[in-house]
């Protein structure tokens, strides 16, 4: 008789660790350098993601953050992230970083940048360990094109987990 045993992927193990995404509404401010009236920061913590998800996009282009200003301070172990972009070829770069002291100073803990070419590529998931405790701000500062070509930073999704 054949033996086995079903088991996770390690990548799976990993994601699950981190339970559910935080309800960023009930427990954080969310301060935002600009927003389109059609794709409000909101957007970022609604249940439409994915692939045509509802997504924030700035109302101004250039180079843009969104910060998470927690109401006590938080463990993070993880932040997700997704992005989409459908009509112009662009590397959108971010920078991920963490503050414990009330905003005041800021550690950087992740840079990540997203090549987008349509009509092929044109969309990220990511998920990152990150883990943290005592955690009162986060930050995601996103620069829309690498190349400075006028553009929008746009961002489909952010959890913290």
Do not use: C
């Amino acid at each position: 008789m054949l033996r086995k045993q079903i088991i996770q992927e390690p990548h799976r193990a990993e994601a699950d660790s981190a339970g559910p995404a935080k309800d960023i509404a009930s427990i954080a401010t969310v301060l935002v350098t600009s927003e389109s009236p059609e794709h409000p920061v909101d957007n970022l913590f609604d249940a439409r993601t994915g692939r045509g998800g509802s997504r924030w996009v700035a109302g101004t282009d250039g180079e843009q953050s969104v910060i998470l200003a927690f109401d006590t301070p938080q463990t993070i172990r993880e932040v997700g992230l997704e992005t989409e972009e459908l009509e112009a070829s662009r590397t959108q770069a971010l920078v991920l970083s963490l503050s414990r002291d009330g905003g005041r100073t800021y550690r950087e803990v992740l840079r990540q940048e997203f090549t987008f070419s349509p009509p092929a590529t044109t969309y990220e998931r990511e998920r990152w360990a990150v883990p943290a405790e005592g955690v009162t701000h986060l930050r995601v500062v996103v620069q829309p094109d690498k190349g400075n070509a006028p553009s929008r930073a746009t961002l489909t999704s952010l959890s913290v987990h």
